[in-house]
């Protein structure tokens, strides 16, 4: 890995991710377009709707990572409360966008009221900026280092997609995994010495049913290719037929 | 919610997930098992495979709330280094549980190497307890307050049952659902008053496509029912059809 990389942490906001009611399935999409970016995600937490615990988080994540990421919260209901938490974090009044207003207005005509104006508040400061999203009329916005998009899966990934060309990047880290009906117990000594023999490739082992799946990770794919022959090979010894392919 | 109630966070630990490579299964499951034992899970922290990130979260967590449940890096591989963190978090050794290497002895025979060993590795001290799974030869343990388990779901689903029962409980937290083909932005006055009458009951709110899920949760049923009640109304009365169901 790259040692000036660009780091990254998200933080997810939302009392259903945590009671178990939704599945939170913008960690491992971010997670995959950050590793293309070479910009190493290496924290996510997940707090409730309690403005002590987001601020917390955020002050804490903010100051330690390149960039960070929040998802969910910023609807137009009681319960969507990052946008004021943000401006707490960060010690600055909410403001209504002049711009998100204008385009509400435009959209909803008669329907806007009050609880979708909520929507249109951003932290007070010039350096505020909107991120848009074709999905939604609200957008997210980016204040500092700190990134506020939606919670819903897809209007969060038009959200990134949206930002990404504004972001610092790193070498790509790219992956290759190998796949072999082996135990993890009957290789991980060779695989511990293959890992030795080449540190700057991260290589973990995930075990399935009957199989086990090891990926090879580096910004080098020289490096990966001969990590992964080598792994292949050590299949084989024991008498498993290696498949080698993509590993997200 | 019980003023009282005991709280928990949940640590995952693992590259994999982070990476986007895996997605994680075990904050659902057991969010919601916590919500049915009367315990408020109010934080999960995903973290790589580094003892630096492992250990500042564990400590930050198991300081903060009644129970810390962690996931991930127990198997017998390079990357599984869960309990040598564990062990550095408390300031302890780490020993070989002899009933582990018993029943890892009669069940792997001449298969058990060093590798497999390390899965009988745990902190040091007589207060380390095993936790058992039909599923894995290899046992998770509890360490003061700290819950060490798989990675795999339905490993941890089995651990977590095991354990379930030396948990301290609260009161069971309830929830309904409230589903009906309005905007947020229409309801969202409408609700927050509702939220205002019932301080008690924690009300969610979270947009569909073309529908909008309101959940209403609370240890007291009587309310949940009151405000499920209003919901109900709140939608009838701009022209939806409510559909009352559970809610996870």
Redesign the interface.
């Known amino acids: 890995m790259t040692e000036a990389a660009p780091t990254a942490a998200i933080l997810i906001i939302g009392?259903?991710?945590?009671?178990?009611?939704?599945?939170?399935?913008n960690?491992?999409?971010?997670?995959?377009?950050l590793?293309t970016l070479g910009i190493r995600?290496?924290?996510?937490?997940?707090?409730?709707?309690v403005p002590a615990?987001i601020v917390g988080?955020l002050n804490a994540l903010r100051t330690t990572y390149t960039y960070v990421f929040t998802t969910g919260g910023i609807?137009?209901?009681?319960?969507?409360i990052t946008t004021d938490c943000i401006a707490l974090a960060f010690e600055r009044q909410v403001v209504r966008h002049p711009k998100v207003v204008a385009a509400m207005t435009a959209y909803?005509g008669d329907?806007l009221?009050?609880?979708?104006l909520?929507?249109a508040n951003v932290p007070d400061g010039p350096d505020v900026t909107l991120i848009d999203s074709a999905l939604s009329i609200a957008p997210g916005y980016r204040i500092e280092n700190v990134f506020v998009l939606a919670g819903?899966p897809s209007v969060a990934r038009e959200m990134f997609e949206s930002l990404a060309p504004t972001l610092q990047r790193g070498a790509a880290?790219h992956?290759q995994s190998v796949d072999g009906a082996v135990r993890?117990?009957?290789?991980?000594?060779v695989?511990?010495r293959i890992?030795t023999e080449h540190p700057r490739v991260?290589?973990?082992?995930?075990?399935q049913e009957r199989s086990t799946s090891i990926?090879a990770?580096s910004t080098d794919k020289a490096e990966i290719a001969a990590v992964v022959a080598k792994v292949a090979q050590m299949m084989r010894d024991i008498g498993a037929e290696p498949v080698v392919g993509p590993?997200?």
């Open positions: 009392d259903e991710i945590l009671s178990g009611r939704t599945q939170d399935a960690v491992s999409y971010i997670g995959q377009r590793s995600l290496q924290e996510c937490r997940i707090v409730p709707d615990a988080a609807g137009p209901t009681h319960d969507d909803f329907r009221n009050d609880a979708r909520r929507m819903v880290v992956s993890e117990g009957d290789i991980a000594a695989l511990s890992q991260t290589i973990g082992s995930y075990p990926v990770r590993a997200p």
